[in-house]
């Protein structure tokens, strides 16, 4: 008797774990029934995006066929008024196209009432820790964000466009160099292209030349490839624990993550003693690195760990997402050529390009820039942008406590009724005549 009550919970988990995973819509229903507490005024729930894919939900459709995610969340909202409710694992969101729900979800009222936990994911956390854009407490964010801005503040663009500009034409320089030595077209994977290329920019802005050699950047680089390409591609890393497994990948990822703590803990412990002794390397002038192992005027510092989480939090923020966004731009440009020539002649047209220049002087290039970006963000994604901590109600519509809220990016980039019938459409020229209010609401 007493082994048959042991087994029977055991039992009814193998059985609802079949159910989950053979029966159609199953686990969609399931959550439906016990997580999505999101009503409609007429007390109709709002309606999930399906398919809802056990574990994952609606994260397994974005990694397998982001454009069918967006046609369903585009259908699913027309449906509801402008309101879908997705799952980011078990978790609900609430989305939506509604431009003045989206002002709202960004007001003040709705930051005061929300939060935002990043360390649920847990190479994030491992890596980044208290990094600026890990924080969830607006009072240590704002603490934190008083630090940071000496080295990420828009006053530093022009020191850090130097760099950037430097790299680029060494880039374009090997480019060219591999043309000639082949006496004609070459193979190039655009993608690893612009990959090395953002590494060194952002590498040389956050730690500046000092006595690094490439192999060491590109050791970094791929140590970051490991951690989190790894993680964004293996969908098995958003599992609660599933890092700290005896697994493989799971150890490769803390080997990985182990490694970039030391090499950064050896150079922020470096650059500190030599401030000390007032030998300032002149090439770490002008960094994020310098920048952060100041003083603050109360005379407040970060420690060693909060400099090297927020050099790496910038770092992370800059790799992947420019490296991705000018991959797709140069092959929107390739498949336009007309919009290529027009974006070439207008920089040409400028015998030297500064800095001021590039912020204010090459406007269709801007376009070209921000259609990419409309088109093929990088950064997208189906769970809320926060968490509101208490319910709220918009037209009618009452949605939960600790539920997400937000925009899937792509989708809302795509979206007709704000675009128009040519949302698909890569058309830089949009955003010369576009009202600039609306695109900036919408350009989430």
């Known amino acids: 008797m007493l082994a048959l009550i042991i087994s029977l919970p055991i039992l009814g988990l193998l059985v609802f774990l079949a159910l989950c995973i053979y029966v159609d819509g199953f686990y969609g229903d399931f959550l439906d029934l016990v997580r999505n507490h999101n009503y409609h005024e007429d007390g109709r729930k709002l309606e999930s995006v399906r398919p809802i894919a056990f574990p994952w939900g609606n994260f397994q459709l974005l ?113 060219e160099e591999k043309i000639k030595l082949h006496k004609g077209p070459i193979e190039c994977e655009i993608r690893k292209f612009f990959q090395d290329y953002t590494l060194e920019a952002i590498f040389l802005i956050a730690f500046g030349k000092g006595d690094s050699k490439p192999e060491e950047r590109r050791r ?57 002794e007032g030998k300032i390397d002149p090439n770490a002038k002008g960094t994020l690195l310098s920048a952060l192992c100041e003083k603050a005027e109360d005379g407040s510092e970060f420690s060693d760990t909060l400099v090297l989480e927020n050099v790496y939090s910038f770092m992370f923020a800059g790799l992947d997402t420019s490296s991705t966004a000018l991959a797709h731009a140069m092959i929107h440009l390739a498949r336009h050529p007309a919009v290529q020539e027009k974006a070439r002649k207008e920089a040409l047209a400028h015998k030297e390009v500064d800095f001021e220049i590039v912020m204010n002087g090459l406007p269709y290039l801007a376009c070209v820039a921000r259609e990419a970006l409309r088109l093929c963000p990088p950064i997208n994604g189906i769970g809320g942008n926060r968490e509101i901590k208490e319910g709220i109600t918009f037209n009618g519509k009452r949605i939960a406590k600790d539920t997400g809220i937000g925009a899937c990016q792509l989708a809302h980039h795509r979206n007709p009724k704000i675009w128009g019938k040519d949302a698909e459409v890569f058309r830089p020229d949009r955003h010369m005549k576009e009202d600039v209010y609306r695109l900036y609401i919408s350009y989430v």
């Open 220 to 276: 970094v680089a791929d140590l970051f490839d490991t951690a989190i390409g790894t993680q964004e591609s293996d969908m098995r890393f958003t599992l609660p624990g599933f890092i700290d497994m005896p697994f493989e990948t799971p150890r490769k990822i803390r080997s990985a993550i182990k490694e970039l703590q030391e090499y950064g803990a050896r150079v922020v412990k470096n650059h500190r003693t030599k401030m000390k």
């Open 63 to 175: 990694k397998d066929d982001p454009e069918k995610l967006v046609k369903n969340l585009h259908e699913t909202m027309d449906r509801n008024d402008g309101f879908a409710v997705t799952y980011f694992l078990w978790n609900p969101n609430v989305l939506s196209n509604n431009l003045e729900f989206m002002k709202r979800v960004y007001s003040t009222e709705i930051l005061k009432k929300s939060r935002r936990d990043l360390t649920k994911i847990t190479i994030w956390e491992r890596l980044f820790g208290r990094g600026l854009f890990m924080l969830s407490d607006a009072n240590e964010w704002k603490k934190s964000h008083k630090v940071c801005i000496r080295g990420m503040g828009s006053k530093f663009l022009t020191d850090y466009y130097v760099t950037v500009q430097e790299v680029a034409d060494k880039s374009v320089a090997r480019l």
